[in-house]
Nanobody, 116 residues
């Protein structure tokens, strides 16, 4: 079955960096757009970044442009999110996502806390 497993979250100081990873299985990873979402406590889940199947096209939420970088390794079935200059308001659970066959698939999420 489809599995998405995020890792790399934790506590980081404001202005710091963190790299999230998502290991996938159960589907043909190299055929699909991959996404990172985040959800802060009491807020709706929001799309942070997307990457095309080949990795040649990326898109970002305006709030993270220039600070976050999404990448993928189609040999390892993994997608990553490099986050720089993190802000306290970016404290959230970060989720890996893929959409195909008319449904969304989600990982369990990884907590990122930005605090001094």
């Amino acid at each position: 079955q489809v599995q998405l497993v995020e890792s790399g979250g934790g506590l980081v100081q404001p202005g710091g960096s963190m790299r999230l990873s998502c290991l996938t299985s159960g589907f043909d990873f190299s055929r699909y757009v991959m996404n990172w979402y985040r959800q802060a406590l009491g807020q709706e889940r929001e799309l942070v970044a997307s990457i095309s199947a080949t990795g040649t096209t990326t898109n970002y939420a305006d709030s993270v442009k220039g600070r976050f970088t999404i990448s993928r390794d189609n040999r390892k079935n993994m997608v990553h999110l490099q986050m720089n200059n993190l802000k306290p308001e970016e404290t959230a659970v970060y989720y890996c996502n893929v959409y195909f066959y008319d449904r969304d698939y989600w990982g369990q999420g990884t907590q990122v806390t930005v605090s001094s």
